[in-house]
């Protein structure tokens, strides 16, 4: 009876921690926006040739940009503000070894991501926070299972359902098992939202039109998907 108890408590925990992480994430995310004329970060931005993640410049040191009050010491250091205490993996200079940005991901449909620029066309795109309609039930960034990415793509199998159950999928390939736990995911207005699956899967109904190419409804509502700004600002 003690071991169940236990386990109980520690996922708890472990959830609590989580969501604690992302409404800072959520808080630094706005102070970007704020500093780059209402523009919210994308899962990849340029950077001496090649791309770097998200959480990368919301840790500071990109492109003369501070700090956003987060912590992240890269990829070779499983610590700070964007390590998910109920993800067994590590960080990793190598997706096969573990994550090589961090344990959360962008939702690509609303920000996008400069590392796919010119090939998806719908990933490119990212938004001004004047544009979110229903900011509270617009998901920004979440728990996700890709070690090599640094976005929710359309699939609902991307996000990790980590909390109240392990989540047992590889970590490099697509799983297409539905998972019994849920995803913890913050929303735009700020706040920390936790998902099942199969709440996920509801949200279609909530954005009836056709969402862009390689995106996926549930990754619409709050938005207009079928617009935007323009492409990502480099």
Same mark, same amino acid.
């Given at each position: 009876?003690?071991?169940?108890?236990?386990?109980?408590?520690?996922?708890?925990?472990?959830?609590?921690?989580?969501?604690?992480?992302?409404?800072?994430?959520?808080?630094?995310?706005?102070?970007?926006?704020?500093?780059?004329?209402?523009? !919210?970060?994308?899962?990849?931005?340029?950077? /001496? *040739?090649? =791309?770097?993640?998200?959480? $990368? &410049?919301?840790?500071?040191?990109?492109?003369?940009?501070?700090?956003?009050?987060?912590?992240?010491?890269?990829?070779?250091?499983?610590?700070?503000?964007?390590?998910?205490?109920?993800?067994? !993996?590590?960080?990793?200079?190598?997706?096969? /070894? *573990?994550? =090589?940005?961090?344990?959360? $991901? &962008?939702?690509?449909?609303?920000?996008?991501?400069?590392?796919?620029?010119?090939?998806?066309?719908?990933?490119?795109?990212?938004?001004?926070?004047?544009?979110?309609?229903?900011?509270?039930?617009?998901?920004?960034?979440?728990?996700?299972?890709?070690?090599?990415?640094?976005?929710?793509?359309?699939?609902?199998?991307?996000?990790?359902?980590?909390?109240?159950?392990?989540?047992?999928?590889?970590?490099?390939?697509?799983?297409?098992?539905?998972?019994?736990?849920?995803?913890?995911?913050?929303?735009?207005?700020?706040?920390?939202?936790?998902?099942?699956?199969?709440?996920?899967?509801?949200?279609?109904?909530?954005?009836?039109?056709?969402?862009?190419?390689?995106?996926?409804?549930?990754?619409?509502?709050?938005?207009?998907?079928?617009?935007?700004?323009?492409?990502?600002?480099?």
């Amino acid at each position: 009876m003690l071991m169940p108890a236990l386990n109980k408590a520690r996922m708890s925990a472990q959830g609590g921690a989580c969501r604690n992480n992302l409404k800072q994430i959520g808080l630094a995310s706005a102070l970007y926006s704020e500093s780059m004329d209402g523009w !919210i970060i994308p899962g990849d931005l340029p950077y /001496n *040739g090649s =791309t770097a993640a998200w959480c $990368a &410049v919301l840790g500071g040191g990109y492109k003369g940009l501070g700090n956003f009050g987060v912590t992240y010491y890269g990829n070779t250091k499983t610590a700070g503000s964007f390590v998910c205490p109920a993800e067994p !993996i590590p960080f990793a200079s190598n997706k096969n /070894n *573990g994550f =090589t940005g961090c344990h959360y $991901a &962008v939702n690509v449909a609303l920000a996008g991501s400069y590392k796919y620029a010119g090939s998806v066309r719908s990933w490119e795109m990212t938004r001004k926070i004047q544009e979110m309609k229903r900011p509270a039930m617009v998901i920004f960034a979440m728990d996700h299972i890709r070690t090599g990415e640094n976005i929710i793509t359309y699939s609902l199998f991307t996000p990790a359902y980590r909390h109240g159950t392990a989540d047992f999928r590889q970590r490099t390939v697509y799983q297409e098992i539905i998972q019994q736990g849920q995803t913890q995911a913050a929303m735009q207005d700020g706040h920390v939202e936790d998902f099942s699956y199969g709440a996920l899967e509801s949200r279609k109904a909530l954005y009836p039109q056709s969402p862009p190419s390689n995106c996926e409804r549930w990754q619409c509502v709050g938005f207009d998907a079928s617009t935007s700004a323009g492409k990502f600002v480099k």
